[in-house]
């Protein structure tokens, strides 16, 4: 069985922002959540300046303008088109991988790499990545995900660091405290402190039994693991069961053509992560929102979709049927629900699809990503775009709950 590496990006959202921005490169740099919260991330030098993750921007406004930080609102369109070059790159390199999360993956390793020297083809692979997206990373690698999690740590400062010699993990144990162990929370880790086990050696140390008399078989499980004994192999990554994206206004909309034009950008945008994800829809539903009553209908698609004229035509539709003349509408939105993979699409004996709709998607975002952010866009979204100064928060994805159907 070979080796497992973990693949980390430092400081992921920051470093998407100095890809465009190389004269930030020492500058100390966080990112905010939507609606700029709360930091999110952080490069070294703000880290040194003592701000936290998490921390509340208001409360540190002041002491960010004093030591000169700069501030980004986050941007996860972007940082989801990075993620996605760089998790391509890593699949060419393994043989098999597992998207733990945006900005990390567990990669399989060969047990022969034909001669290769280890660290020497893992620092070659985090120079590739840098090299080809701007985005540096770092390597931790064992013979479990639960030490390779542990190793991703260290490398941070390194580049790479290979825990797999049990003489090293032994040493390196001793310095990790309990709650710092990957699945160990912190009532896992209170009840352990509370037998004495401080340290990731101490409790790799314990009798598996007695672990999983006192806490089952998960921690069983990470016994074994930290011992170097796989028990939790890679996955496949789950594909999303819906794509939503939605925005509030600053100030009210009235007029429909305006609605539809910020439903039509919406749209476009959902349907570009669609195909990005090589995901296909099925379903569509629209929703207004005035005060706190939102109205919503949806429709189903009879052949699964990521066309962006297609989507905007049933979009458009559906607004038709529950716009209401009068209203204060402050939010609108679309979900893209029921979604199937591309290879696994439903072919339509009575809908064959033209295949020069799918090469005009592709080009449209290859255009896109190679000049810029809607370079290229669709008529029905607006030219001038004037409603985009009536939006006052991040177009996001969020869960808003629909309440009211047509």
């Not at 699964?304 to 509408?329: C, M, N, V, W």
Request: hydrophobic share 40%.
């Amino acid at each position: 069985m070979g080796l497992i590496a973990l693949a980390d990006c430092n400081n992921f959202y920051v470093s998407c922002e100095r890809v465009f921005r190389p004269k930030l490169e020492t500058t100390p740099l966080i990112v905010l959540s939507n609606q700029d919260g709360c930091v999110v991330s952080r490069s070294n030098e703000a880290k040194e300046l003592g701000i936290k993750m998490g921390e509340p921007y208001f409360l540190i406004r002041e002491f960010c303008e004093r030591h000169k930080v700069v501030v980004f609102s986050s941007n996860f369109s972007l940082y989801r088109n990075f993620s996605k070059r760089v998790m391509d790159i890593l699949s060419m390199h393994a043989l098999e991988m597992e998207i733990y999360s945006i900005d990390e993956a567990f990669l399989e390793y060969p047990e022969d790499l034909d001669g290769k020297d280890l660290l020497k083809e893992s620092f070659l692979l985090c120079e590739k990545v840098k090299r080809w997206t701007g985005i540096p990373i770092s390597l931790g690698i064992a013979e479990t995900k639960t030490l390779a999690k542990i190793a991703a740590g260290f490398a941070k400062k390194v580049g790479v660091f290979d825990l797999s010699g049990k003489e090293l993990q032994n040493d390196i144990l001793k310095q990790i405290p309990i709650g710092e162990v990957w699945g160990i929370g912190r009532r896992i880790a209170k009840t352990l402190m509370s037998m004495g086990i401080r340290t990731a050696f101490q409790f790799k140390e314990m009798d598996p039994s007695r672990v999983r008399a006192k806490l089952g078989v998960v921690g069983e499980r990470i016994v074994w693991e930290l011992r170097g004994l796989r028990c939790s192999e890679l996955e496949e990554s789950q594909p999303k069961k819906s794509i939503r994206v939605s925005r509030s206004f600053g100030e009210i909309i009235q007029k429909k053509e305006v609605l539809e034009e910020v439903l039509s950008t919406f749209i476009s945008k959902g349907a570009e992560r669609l195909r990005s994800e090589k995901n296909l829809a099925t379903e569509i539903t629209v929703f207004i929102q005035e005060g706190f009553e939102i109205t919503c209908l949806s429709e189903k698609i009879a052949v699964p979709t990521s066309d962006t004229t297609y989507l905007l035509q049933i979009g458009k539709h559906i607004l038709a049927k529950i716009f209401e003349q009068g209203k204060r509408y402050k939010k609108c939105g679309v979900v893209f629900s029921q979604l199937v993979q591309e290879n696994e699409e439903i072919k339509d004996l009575f809908s064959p699809k033209n295949p020069k709709r799918k090469l005009l998607m592709e080009t449209i975002d290859e255009l896109n990503s190679r000049f810029g952010k809607n370079s290229l866009f669709f008529g029905a979204v607006g030219m001038r775009k004037k409603w985009k100064e009536l939006l006052h928060t991040e177009m996001g994805f969020d869960h808003l709950p629909l309440v009211k159907t047509v």
